[in-house]
């Protein structure tokens, strides 16, 4: 994620919301300055922090993030909070799900081979055939960041 589509985003959430940095920091419990230093993208906000932009202003974190995130390792769809994975400082993690990266690590399958393996066995989860989660994750899997050669 580039930190340019987050200060943007969190400027226009603030604007919609129609507050100034000072009512925007107080709803959030930060200072004014790091709302500041937030929109002029010198830092970012703590994970805590973060989540609680998205439950207090009701946004997708698609929105918060300028873009449509995807698991890099698995592909799924990262819309809320909890669904992003952590680093090693608690941060979140703009590429990985809370499933298959937790502070900073790499969780369950260590191959793309088995990344699409345990894919097949959710494909009921997902709405479709075996075989339709087999040719997608095939396809699609092997682009991902995680296993991207």
């Known amino acids: 994620m580039e930190k340019l589509n987050l200060q ?16 925007f920091a107080e709803k959030l419990n930060v200072t004014r300055q790091a709302v500041s230093r937030w929109e002029n993208g ?10 609680a932009m998205i ?3 009701k946004i997708d974190a698609n ?6 995130n995807v698991c890099q390792s ?6 809320k ?11 979140l993690s703009m590429d990985y799900c809370s499933y298959c ?3 900073g690590n790499f969780e369950g399958y260590t191959t793309v ?21 087999l040719a997608y994750a095939t396809e699609n899997y092997p682009k991902l960041k995680r296993w991207a050669k």
């Open 81 to 91: 909070s909890e669904d992003f994975g952590t680093n090693d400082d608690n941060s």
């Open 74 to 79: 698995c592909h799924m769809p990262l819309t």
């Open 42 to 51: 010198e830092t970012t906000p703590t994970l805590d922090t973060l989540k």
């Open 8 to 23: 943007k985003s969190i400027l226009e959430i603030r604007q919609n919301a129609g507050l100034t940095q000072d009512e």
């Open 101 to 103: 990266f937790v502070n």
């Open 55 to 57: 439950d207090l202003f």
């Open 113 to 133: 081979e088995e990344a699409i393996a345990d894919s097949v066995n959710y494909a009921q989860h997902a709405g479709i055939t075996k075989e339709q989660m």
């Open 63 to 68: 929105k918060l993030f300028g873009n449509n």
